[in-house]
């Protein structure tokens, strides 16, 4: 059984930097795409970064590009989001996610990933 933990989480004013960590246990391989996806109050989860399993690719929505960056320990088959200039909006809960299949292809869609963790609250006061 796969089980995935986020950590890293808390409040932190405008413009201030946050890493969140999510490690993936119960897998003797490290070759899965892991992603991070947020939900903010009263919103629709929505994706936020992947990494490909080489941790050679990564893929970014919009509203983050620039200011966080994705990053993969291959060995601890876990990942890190960096986040910089934090801004209000960003303000949400987040969710490191993994999917089944090995080796496969960035996706920005929730139902492609299987395992996912309980999630790490961010807040980010103005």
């Known amino acids: 059984q796969v089980h995935v933990v986020e950590s890293g989480g808390g409040l932190v004013q405008t413009g201030a930097s946050l890493t969140l960590s999510c490690a993936a246990s119960?897998?003797?391989?490290?070759?899965?795409?892991m992603a991070w996806f947020r939900q903010a109050p009263g919103k629709e989860r929505e994706f936020v970064a992947s990494?490909?399993?080489?941790?050679?690719?990564?893929d970014y929505a919009e509203s983050v590009k620039g200011r966080f960056s994705i990053s993969k320990e291959l060995a601890k088959n876990s990942v890190h989001l960096q986040m910089k200039n934090l801004k209000p909006e960003d303000t949400a809960i987040y969710y490191c996610?993994?999917?089944?299949?090995?080796?496969?292809?960035?996706?920005?869609?929730?139902?492609?990933?299987?395992?996912w963790g309980q999630g790490t609250q961010v807040t980010v006061s103005s």
């Open positions: 996610a993994t999917p089944i299949t090995a080796w496969g292809a960035l996706s920005r869609k929730m139902h492609e990933y299987e395992y």
């Open positions: 119960g897998r003797t391989s490290s070759s899965y795409t």
């Open positions: 990494i490909s399993w080489s941790g050679g690719s990564t």
